[in-house]
């Protein structure tokens, strides 16, 4: 929806016109996790040791949701790292693990498991606010990376041409499914965030896709992405 269009020249579809939003189900902050050799605990001391000595930075390939937040986080905060795109991020771990590179950016779910194993260690979360899975990690704001905010996120959309009374209906099943019982205390145990009531209506959802459009755009922008 947000990433392909700064990517494929000929995308097929669409995203702005050929759909209509109905509802934001969930979405996993994005994190900054660091191999066990690289010393920095702080986003501060990452940056201050990035500019003694550049940084590898995984992520899960070129274009990839990953890659913008890195793209937004280098021009943010001015480290010194350098890219290494993987193909995907099963790929990119044992790399990490074995501290290859000095670190990913990857969804908080995934870094969880290897932080909480002590494989690795999430020095930021980029949210709103700290993890009650993990709240001895800072968020990107808090290390002092103003209004950073990244996730990657699930969602449902239908076709632009869906009368609005079926976009009203299945908007209102989706927020009975995730307002209590079973199904968001999972997705809150695996590490994601259920989306807030405004998010989770049409008109939210659709304000989340224009906002999400334009962060990525910058960061296609700063990475150099040109469709092809």
């Not at 990119?92 to 000095?102: A, F, K, Q, R, W």
Request: proline share 6%; net charge positive; hydrophobic share 45%.
């Amino acid at each position: 929806m947000t990433i392909n269009p700064l990517v494929h020249a000929n995308l097929g579809y669409d995203p702005e016109k050929d759909f209509t939003a109905v509802a934001l189900t969930s979405y996993v902050p994005h994190a900054l996790i660091l191999a066990n050799n690289t010393p920095a605990k702080t986003i501060a001391e990452f940056v201050a040791l990035s500019k003694k000595t550049p940084m590898n930075i995984g992520t899960s390939g070129v274009g990839s949701a990953s890659h913008m937040t890195l793209e937004r986080f280098k021009a943010a905060s001015g480290a010194n790292i350098t890219h290494v795109p993987y193909r995907g991020g099963g790929a990119m771990m044992p790399d990490l693990i074995s501290g290859t590179v000095n670190g990913a950016i990857t969804e908080f779910s995934t870094a969880l498991q290897l932080h909480k194993g002590g494989k690795a260690h999430i020095i930021a979360v980029a949210a709103i606010k700290r993890s009650k899975l993990a709240p001895e990690i800072a968020t990107f704001i808090e290390g002092g990376v103003k209004d950073f905010l990244a996730q990657s996120y699930i969602g449902i959309v239908a076709p632009s041409k869906t009368p609005a009374a079926i976009v009203a209906q299945l908007q209102k099943a989706v927020e009975a499914g995730l307002k209590s019982g079973p199904t968001p205390e999972r997705l809150i145990s695996l590490g994601a965030e259920v989306a807030t009531p405004e998010q989770m209506t049409s008109a939210g959802f659709a304000a989340f896709i224009k906002d999400d459009f334009a962060k990525m755009k910058e960061a296609a922008k700063l990475a150099g992405i040109t469709p092809t």
